[in-house]
């Protein structure tokens, strides 16, 4: 995977600064079969929301604590367009895309946010050239860059789907993970991202359906390690992709993050 590409946004980051049952116990009868009739058929009739109602729908700063909800970076893209993204092995391609910050199905409609982490604010130090500093400015100005580099950016989206749509998407998805844990190659504008691995992960258990995966890349011979999760909240569909700073400047461990909880939660919270 190289620096230069899939990952480019958090490269510009970087230089700038992600029981019920219980009550129930086992009496699973008809009026619960019926019920459960009733949801596959309300979803199976689902109408497809539009940009416009999606772009209300998404999660913007102020609705998750402690992070700035901006548009994705398009200059930043590994790709401009989901068509242009090119997976060797089809099956595939649904995480592909997911990291790519596209819908993984073939969406009605479909929006996405950049979360990042609100960094703290800058001292008066960070103005000074590191000659002007004093041995206490210096310090602080490396533990303002090495929070920095602590950092997680989140893409979110949302995609909206006809009928069973969104179910099927999910099942893409699932088909995806057991399928490619091999890893699998994406193009785009002529670079190459190549993945080694990818393994299921525990979900937020947000929405009707949630999955997640964690994918580890190439990137100029160093591996990193970057997390999705794919929740389906009725018949739209939400993704998350989440990068460490850190591990992709090669600094830390980067299997020690995940995508950020009050992320998922937020943002089921406005779809609920």
Do not use: W
């Not at 009707?208 to 990137?219: I, K, Q, Y």
Request: hydrophobic letters at 40%.
């Amino acid at each position: 995977m190289k620096r230069s590409a899939l990952p480019r946004a958090a490269a510009t980051v970087v230089t700038s600064a992600l029981s019920l049952a219980l009550l129930t116990g086992c009496g699973s009868g008809d009026d619960d079969a019926k019920g459960a009739d009733a949801k596959e058929s309300a979803t199976a009739a689902a109408k497809a929301l539009g940009s416009a109602e999606l772009e209300k729908l998404i999660i913007a700063t102020g609705d998750v604590d402690g992070y700035k909800v901006s548009a994705a970076d398009k200059s930043q893209q590994f790709a401009s367009s989901k068509d242009e993204v090119k997976v060797v092995d089809e099956k595939c391609a649904p995480i592909a895309y997911v990291l790519t910050g596209f819908a993984p199905g073939d969406s009605a409609a479909y929006v996405n946010r950049q979360a990042t982490e609100v960094a703290a604010k800058p001292s008066a130090s960070s103005t000074k050239s590191l000659e002007d500093m004093t041995d206490e400015e210096l310090d602080d100005a490396m533990k303002g860059i090495t929070d920095a580099l602590g950092q997680t950016l989140t893409i979110v989206s949302l995609s909206s789907y006809e009928g069973d749509g969104a179910k099927k998407t999910l099942s893409s998805v699932s088909d995806a993970i057991a399928g490619c844990a091999g890893g699998f190659t994406a193009t785009a504008k002529g670079d190459t991202q190549k993945f080694t691995k990818v393994e299921k992960e525990k979900a937020s258990g947000t929405g009707d359906e949630s999955l997640a995966f964690a994918v580890t890349g190439d990137a100029d011979g160093d591996k990193v390690v970057v997390h999705g999760e794919v929740v389906r909240h009725g018949g739209t569909v939400a993704t998350y992709y989440s990068i460490s700073l850190a591990a992709f400047a090669g600094e830390g461990d980067a299997a020690e993050y995940d995508i950020p909880a009050e992320i998922t939660k937020g943002q089921a919270a406005k779809l609920s």
